[in-house]
């Protein structure tokens, strides 16, 4: 019985030794360089990149993965005609929300990248980049570079992106979004809220259209 | 004896992998050695607290309970008895339905598993077998 608490003893002075080097050993050290600005604190109140004016009847928010293939082809197939036909003559405003799947290894750099992008006003430019030239994400590497090349693409100042992207400025607010989307209930992406309720149909530009026109009815009626 | 004996260092090895945990929800810890990614992002979940208690708290206080019982166990006075077994069972069993609930969390809502979680899983699920057929052997 002795030997049996001697060997409780080690294990508890073994896992005692670790916690005590894991809580003085620091995280390894994100390349960051001296002008980076501060982390954001998760709370930043910041709810996603819109497109359309906040006066639209109709607001659509998307939970997205980058690297989720049913969201490319959303992104390609379906939201070049929900930007002509809804977007853009001020029907529908449209709300971009991170949702990067754990499954998905290289989603969480790719959200990061393009709320790189935002930060020099160019999440849209960076977003479409993502979607339309989707083959990074076939791909089995790190897709750093491809996403520095996008950058180039749409014009950014790499050296701020490259700051911003190596110091993680947004993981908070990536995971914020992450967890809000939990607390509405998505499980998978694409998921789509409608003026706050989720949207249950097949996510097409014709849905989105009848929605947004039987709601522009709705309010003439009223009128 | 063997079989409290196993339960007491099981219980001992949980106790540790939940507190490492709990340690990190804190802020203790600054950041967990998990190699898939899973392990953040199901600490960083909602799931991760229930009633606004850290998870992990609730398997340091479980593991820490069925380890004092264990000890309980293991002494002379009290190696016949029944009661230790029951009680045993009765901890073990709760431990396993709550983390049949977490793991089914993990694979159906979050799609992400936490190898940290695993491992308490597996620990208790054997801590739970033991217990159980330790009882029904004791019949």
Redesign the interface.
Known sequence: MKGFYALLAAVAVVGGGLFWYGSRAKPAPAPRPPAAAPPLAAGDAFHGFTLGPDTAPLEVTEYSDFECPFCASFATVQMPVIREQLIAPGKVRWRYRDFPLPSHRWSRLASQAAQCAGEQRKFWEFHDQLFSRHQWAQADRNPRSEFRDFGKAVGLDLEKYDACVDGQRYTPRILASLQEGEALGVGGTPTFFVNGKRFEGRPTSDAFKALADSLTKAVKTRK | MRRR?AI??LA??GL?VS??LW?YKIG????L?CG???CE?VQ????AELLGIPVAFFGVAGYGVLFVAGLVG?QPAFAGDRRVGVALAGLASAGFAFTLYLTSIELF????ICRWCVASAVIITAIWGLAVTGLARRR
């Open positions: 004996q007491v260092l001992l090895v540790l507190l490492y340690l203790v810890i600054g950041t050695q898939t990614g899973g992002y960083a979940s909602r799931y293991l809502v979050l799609h992400a």
